[in-house]
């Protein structure tokens, strides 16, 4: 399962009341009633009858012009004016890929003026982040004993000084001997017997994932009347964050408070209160506004324990942060893939089978499964689906936006369309005729919207026939990705007695726009304009404990929660009010700028006396994200994505011209905010297909491209039109109607353009990125062939 | 980066003492662009930089009826966008115009951009000591070259990153060196040394010699130029094949061409066999394939970029007909 920051503070199960309640849900053009059952103090859902004010409209940013005049403050911001005494600190990492650390010599380091702290990480096998006041001694040499590095970045040892170019100065000034030993970097040679073994005590590099079954294969294969076999490549991938990975560590005595740039304070802080042995409750993340993540950011990681170890060793705050050459090594990537696939079909397109075995490396770590993708996206009642991660000598892969989806995406979706060639059908009928058919599921609409804005039917007039040398294609992919919000989380709303707002959690803002919506969940519900409502986030420190940030969860794991704490506060400020209009707290509305009870209107009071009433105490109310309501919580999170590329056939250059991505997220609750992940989820997909490969010398091991030089990804320049076409069917999943958008948007765009690049030279590269040496590449074989 | 002494001399003469003959210890800055790169990976470390942008006088651009004149200091946007440049060397605008990014271009010089150090990510790691770093071993030859060289390379196989370098040369241009020996004047195209010649950039400069100006004969009668250049991504990269092209009709006949390729050999490239096929053909589809023809058909291509030569096939064959 993907990671959702739950932690050791779920609340444990309890004996729930549960009531019927109605909802009026699906699309506003076919709308269904159906009655869920809930816990007691669940709100009725937000469904199609419900008048919202600022829910579902186009609310800017808050933080916005915060950002955009340079005062929003990120981890990577703080300096000594910020903290007196800030030292700098510095990773000392390995240049080879496989190698024993025979002897490490930090005196000249430490005497280095300025030099406030040196950590060796010379004691057990290698670098555990988990595990670093096992690992590190403060000696000046070490002759260690088994210490071997097995990837080019592993840390080595580390320095904070006063100034980052004295800790870069003491870095150069450690001396380490290594012993190289031999490394394998490449997945199709570490799974070739006699391969250099990447862990120690394995006894190859491969750990097979147990495969996901379905039907019987064979029988799948025998009703086959067409089948169709394809070997596809995906190349390893880097985050990029705008932002490298930082985190700046102060100690006050016993306790530790950490500013990061993280995509999970909660999930930060247990790990430095289980590495360090400290309490949770003395361990204080902070995160104010980050600059992306995009699933490389979760935990304490390497970063995280080095900055607080030599805080507490320097009896200093340290910042310490990755350069884009450290990021790009050792701070995650997507896990390349080797995909063969195979599909078998009725003549009428109906799928009986489909096996695919992929293996790829996440390096010395774990996950390049890619499968599950294709587990979901179309209906086929046989199934085999293989994953093996072949562990190499390179950094370690990390979640990274749909982790596995992109991949497998390319995979079926160029098998989809080879198979609609063979089969001499249209490849959009051929996914309808698969359709997974799910209640309140918009797909059928949504290919409709797609094929209309696109021009699914000018593709007849593309591909490699034309006269010009460069040529057209339409193509076409569908975005899926499971459902996984959900509890535990918890918000607090306050109402004061200026009559503003205030919804605090600890939830991270990670750029896509949290902070927004919990303002104006709390405004919808409290009947008060955004702007009214002051946020309150990214801190531990309010013990208000919500999910990391990650697999498209935030924003409906909690704005369920900030809706049930806004409700809470405003029966609290009617409990207060309600003796002065001689009513019943339960009677009271807030509506037309007043409070008052419907039997008795001419009694009221306007919001600005009934909060004036508050004085000095203020009422809060505080919410919980209850439990999804079944089924609908198992209903993926659906689109689809029309690409009309231009290839020229003479320089090899593919241009994405226009990408329509129609996607649902049960109810959009910001349009604007959902074309921003839609525009970012396309941008980061098109890089996929074009541009992006991290590039490893086989030799030395090494990653010849850790920069934004020679790892390409996309500028504003290369972008699309992007079309975001929002598809709202509203699902009774939670109150507010609503489910997630962070990762389908990158789905299927690299393999919607690849079929558009197949239909318009009319052969297929199997191989990503579509970079003009691979297009000219396969053209020159063809002519030859 | 290693901590340096700046320096910001007033007069060439100054600059060239400042600079004095031991390349390890001194650098020059102009814009900076490649060398900032190169001293935050410590690719070099000197403990002088010399800043040539105190010097008055080498920021101008003259345009007279012998011909242009461009200081070394002139930023590439200047050029890009200076009238007279654009209406009588138009490669070299064009030339300028594709440079990196605008910013690259705001900041970045002419003598910078003909002076660069070898682009390989090979070179530029840190790590990699190759020959060009008094190594012994070029990784690219047997290792990811899928950016190298098809012409020239051996034995290092970097691409000539250049852009104005190849317009220049197609421009026939000379470069003013000025240097502890005094002034020369030496072609554009001599500037450049292939790698089995000199490696250490291949920079056909001698100890502690500046580049301050290059000059370009005025066009002849009936001469255009352009330069067409092939970016792996369009908006921002270097050369993955280009070239500059110059040439002199009569009579509807090419009566005199210079050509010149960036991106495909270890220096700006000119292709003598390919110029002599064009001077006295028309300048039609068949002329263009045939020297774009003979260029190529001298490419060693390594492992990864065999595909550089149906590129620079039609790179060529397409700035040709845009000629016509």
Redesign the interface.
Known sequence: MYPTGRTSQDAPEKEVKKKRIKAKVGLAERPQVVEIEVPEQELPVWDLDSKLAVVGKRVPRIEGAEKVTGQAKYALDYVSKDLPGLLYGKTLRS?YPHARVEKIDASKARELPGVKAVLLFDKGEGFDPGKILDVMTEDAVSQPKGRVVIF?GEEVAAVAAESE?IA??AIRQIEVKYRRLPHVVDHEEAVKPGAPIVHRGMKDNLRRVDPQVRGDIDQGFKQAEVTIERTLRVPVLLHNSPECHVAVAKWEGPKLTVWASTQGVNGFRDELSKTFRIPPSDVRVITDHMGGGFGSKFGMQAYGAIAAALAKKAGAPVKLGYDR?EENLAAGNRPNATMWIKLGAKKDGTLTALHCRSFGTAGVGWDATVTPMMGIVYKCPNLRLEDTDVCTHAGQGMPFRAPGFPQGSFAIESAMDELAAELKMDPLALRRKNFVDQPLQALDKIYDLGAEKIGWSRRAEMGPETSSAVKRGIGMGTAVWPNYCGPPAHCRVTINSDGSAEAAMAVQDIGTGTRTLMAMVTAEELGLPVEAVKVTMGDTGLELIAPDSGGSVTALSITPAVRAAAAAAKAELFKRVAPALKAKPEDLVFENGKIFAPANPRKSLTWQQATARLGATPVSGRGERLPNVEPYAGIPLWGAQFAEVEVDT????V?VLRIVAVHEAGRALNPAMFESQVNGGVMMGVGYAL?ERR??????G?V????L??Y?I?????LPEIETVIVEPITPMNNIGGKGLGEPPTVPTAAAVANAVAQALGVRIYELPL???RV??T??ARKEA | ???FMLFNPTSLDEAVELLGTDSSRAQLLAGGMDLLGRLK?RIDSPERVINLKSIPGLADIRDSQEGLSVGALVKLTELAEDSAVNAKYRALAQAAESVGSVQIRNAGTMGGNLCQKPRC??Y??A??LCLQKGGTIC?AQ???N??HAILGGGPCFFAHPSDLAPAFIALDAQARIVGPKGQRSVAVEDLYRLPIIQLNGGLALEPGEILAEVRVPAPKANSRSTYLK?K??????FS?AGVAASVVMEGGKVSAARLALSGVSPVPWRPLDAEKILTGSPLNDATARQVADAIVEESVPLL????KI??TR??VR?ALLSLA
Not at chain 1, 714 to 718: A, G, R
Not at chain 2, 304 to 307: A, K, L, V
């Open positions: 240049p080019e170019s870069e100065e050459h003479e320089t090899g250059l241009r541009l590039t490893m010398d086989q030799m030395e090494r010849v491209n850790p920069n030089e020679d390409k996309l500028s504003s320049f290369e970079s003009p040496d000219l590449e053209l020159e | 980066m290693k901590e990976k990510w090979y530029r790691h790590d990699f990784y047997g290792g990811e899928r950016y092939f792996e991504k369009p908006s921002f990269d993955l990864h970029n065999r595909y149906p590129l039609t790179i397409r």
